[in-house]
């Protein structure tokens, strides 16, 4: 599988519960860094708030995810959120919720529906997109072939990410997993080609 989705540009949902507020952001993101960035961020933002709770996945296969109840009662608050994620199917994605808390306790149940919801908010005012896993290959060849790579790559067009043209030219490209290996043998096809890992 090498397709994933995830959000175009961060978002944001507001939801209320017996006065309890519960502000919402999702936000797309690509490394554990990034997603202790924002909690920093929002945690100093909204330092009066209650409990600022998180999750999030990373990953194509979405295999690195994290929740975080902040405080409230175990599983009440970052499990929902990261159901949400995952019930919307993304990844490379993090959902900050921030509780200000009215005066009335919402229990269990109440709390695992307003995070659920909260998080929605923000996943369903997100822009989605799918996107491709790709893989970086980096080919080697005399100037005399360029022809002949420059036509393999129009055909199969694989982002070019670099190029250098001297008497030894070399190309990195970026390519869909999926027609990875496709590339790979058409372009070790062309004479004295190479591929560098």
């Not at 306790?105 to 919801?117: C, F, H």
């Not at 290959?137 to 694989?158: C, D, G, H, S």
């Amino acid at each position: 599988m090498d397709l994933y989705k995830t959000i175009k540009q961060a978002s944001e949902g507001y939801y209320t519960a017996k006065r309890s507020r519960f502000l919402s952001f999702a936000f797309p993101v690509r490394t554990v860094e990034e997603v202790r960035g924002y909690v920093q961020e929002y945690r100093k933002k909204y330092f009066d708030a209650s409990h600022v709770c998180w999750a999030y996945t990373l990953g194509a296969d979405r295999s690195s995810f994290r929740a975080n109840d902040d405080g409230e009662p175990s599983s009440t608050a970052g499990k929902p959120i990261l159901g949400q994620i995952n019930s919307n199917e993304l990844t490379d994605v993090l959902v900050i919720v921030v509780r200000y808390f009215g005066g009335v306790e919402l229990g269990t149940s109440g709390l695992i529906v307003a995070y659920r919801t909260a998080a929605t908010a923000a996943i369903d005012a997100a822009t989605i997109e799918e996107r491709t896993v790709n893989v970086e290959l980096t080919v080697a060849f005399e100037y005399p072939y360029l022809n002949n790579i420059m036509r393999i790559i129009k055909e199969e067009q694989p982002e070019i990410v670099s190029q250098k043209f001297e008497m030894t030219c070399e190309m990195t490209l970026h390519i869909r997993k999926s027609h990875f290996e496709r590339l790979k043998n058409r372009l070790l096809q062309v004479k004295t080609a190479c591929l560098k890992e």
